[in-house]
Structure formats: structure tokens, C-alpha cells
């Protein structure tokens, strides 16, 4: 398996637009997760879906922020409209179907100028 | 609310010495554990786990973690650093979901 993979790997976006991040899980993993990684706030856990769906999304920042799982193998996260503050590294990881670690993906590198 | 916590933000130790990244824990229940390991510019790798049984867990790169559940800690160690493991350290509980400590830099000078 060629593991979690995300793309884009970087993101420049001017202020406004919209940015989607995906993400395609490691085949027959039933846990999805988004994480946010900042120097200040560290690894930050946005949302988690299991069977493809949200189970908490208590870490979303604000409504500008969306995630979706149409289906077992592809993720989105959607940020609109896209602020300087939200430049962040941005990790999607999958684990399961038990009690497993989690395997990260390279992540997307997001500047929002 | 099921978190870990990592004390120190750096760890500086000399090449060939023995290391230890701290971590402590508060969890309800029985805690599944992990550590992973970060270098730059890269995702997070796992390094090793504790779900149940032996308190002293074997992991990648010759790391290894002991399990104490009186002191609520899950500290990582190696017997001998190398510079190559120069990298942030992160400690993680998974209950629902996996929450992370906020990492710990090692630098291992040569």
C-alpha cells in the first residue's frame, strides 16, 4: 500500500479563496483524521470520521472550515474563505479497523498570502 | 478530558549517551499509548505502542517506552542516542480519537 496520500503537498491561495485539501486513507482502515500543525498551537485534531462518518468536529476553528467522507477512500477538507491565519501544515491520518496506530500522511503545506 | 503532556519542550543529550523524552497521561480507563516521531518537513511516523500486558514496549530505531501506570507516565528511551534521531518527539493517547502532546525536541550532538 502506498500509504496515506494528500495533495496537494503545497497550497499558496491569496485571502478569500476557497482551499480544498484531500486526502485518499490507507485501504480497509475504518478512522480518518485531519490535524492542523502550527509553531504555536502544536499538532491540533480538527475532525475525526469513522465509517466514513464525523464523529467530532469539536476542532474545527469556525464555520469556514469543512470536512466531508462521500466515501471509504477520499476525504476533503475545504476551507472558505481562506485567511492569512490559517497558513498551517495540514496532516490527514487513518488507522483501524482496531485499536491501531495511526498512519499519517506527508501533509499539505497551506500559505494563505 | 483524555489528554498527555509532555514536559519539556527540548531534550539535549551527547551521541552514544542514553536518552528519555517524558510524557504523563490522563486518561480514564485503560490507556492505549503511543509515540511518534516527526522529522522535518515529513508526516508523523510511529515509533511504538502500548495497548496491554508488558509495561516495557519495544519500538523502531532501538526506541523502547515503559508503561508505568502509578506515575501515569509513558516515557520514551534508547540506551544510545544517535545524531540521525535528532527529531520531534510526540506522545499520543487514542480513547475515540488519538490526541497528541504538544512534542518535544531532541537534539543529539555528535
Known amino acids: 500500500d502506498a500509504g496515506v496520500i494528500q495533495s496537494p503537498r503545497h497550497e499558496v491561495t491569496e485571502m478569500g479563496q476557497e482551499v480544498t485539501l484531500r486526502c485518499k486513507p490507507i485501504s480497509g482502515h475504518n478512522s480518518l483524521f485531519w490535524y492542523r500543525q502550527t509553531m504555536m498551537r502544536g499538532l491540533e485534531l480538527l475532525i475525526y470520521f469513522n465509517n466514513n462518518v464525523p464523529i467530532d468536529d469539536s476542532g474545527m476553528p469556525e464555520d469556514r472550515f469543512s470536512a466531508k467522507m462521500p466515501n471509504a477512500s477520499f476525504s476533503t477538507l475545504k476551507i472558505q474563505p481562506s485567511e492569512p491565519r490559517d497558513s498551517a501544515v495540514y496532516f490527514c491520518?487513518?488507522?483501524?479497523?482496531?485499536?491501531?496506530?495511526?498512519?499519517f500522511g506527508q501533509g499539505t503545506r497551506l500559505t494563505v498570502v | 478530558a483524555q489528554s498527555v503532556a509532555q514536559p519539556e519542550d527540548q531534550v539535549n543529550v551527547a551521541e552514544g549517551n542514553p536518552l528519555t523524552v517524558k510524557c504523563t497521561y490522563s486518561?480514564?480507563?485503560?490507556?492505549?499509548l503511543f509515540w511518534y516521531v516527526q522529522y522535518p518537513n515529513r508526516g508523523l511516523q510511529f515509533l511504538l505502542k502500548y495497548i496491554t500486558g508488558d509495561n516495557l514496549v519495544k519500538g523502531s530505531y532501538g526506541f523502547e517506552a515503559e508503561f508505568n501506570k502509578s506515575q501515569t507516565s509513558f516515557h520514551l528511551k534508547k540506551p544510545s542516542a544517535l545524531v540521525s534521531d535528532s527529531a520531534l518527539y510526540f506522545c499520543?493517547?487514542?480513547?475515540?480519537?488519538?490526541?497528541f502532546g504538544a512534542g518535544t525536541r531532541l537534539t543529539v550532538k555528535p
Open positions: 486518561v480514564s480507563g485503560n490507556p492505549y
Open positions: 491520518a487513518s488507522s483501524g479497523p482496531f485499536v491501531t496506530e495511526a498512519f
Open positions: 499520543a493517547v487514542l480513547t475515540s480519537d488519538m490526541r
